[in-house]
Nanobody
């Protein structure tokens, strides 16, 4: 089993930045691709981005491409998402998730392990 704990959410103004962190425990972190997802009220959970096991590759949703950067620190069992130029439509609960799939899994169903989520609110 893998336990995931996100942190770093909050309230920021449009155009602002946030960095979310997700710390993993319980299994070898480098055996998992790590994804970020988000869910806004009344909407389905959607893919934000993913980083491969080694950190050599990332894939992003079109809605965040060029604004969000995912990175990981395997010795620290931590994955990050740096979010810039945040807009009201980025408001959501953000989740990190772990997948044993090789490559860049992008579907909710690819992930067996999820954190509890952290709220990000973009408002003036």
């Amino acid at each position: 089993q893998v336990q995931l704990v996100e942190s770093g959410g909050g309230l920021v103004q449009p155009g602002g930045s946030l960095r979310l962190s997700c710390v993993a425990s319980g299994r070898t972190f480098s055996n998992f691709a790590m994804g970020w997802f988000r869910q806004a009220p009344g909407k389905e959970r959607e893919f934000v981005g993913v980083i491969t096991r080694s950190g050599s590759s990332t894939v992003y949703a079109d809605s965040v491409k060029g604004r969000f950067i995912i990175s990981r620190d395997n010795p620290k069992n931590t994955v990050y998402v740096q979010m810039t130029n945040l807009q009201p439509e980025d408001t959501a609960v953000y989740y990190c998730a772990a997948s044993r799939r090789v490559g860049v899994p992008i579907s909710v169903s690819d992930y067996a392990h999820w954190g509890q989520g952290t709220q990000v609110t973009i408002s003036s």
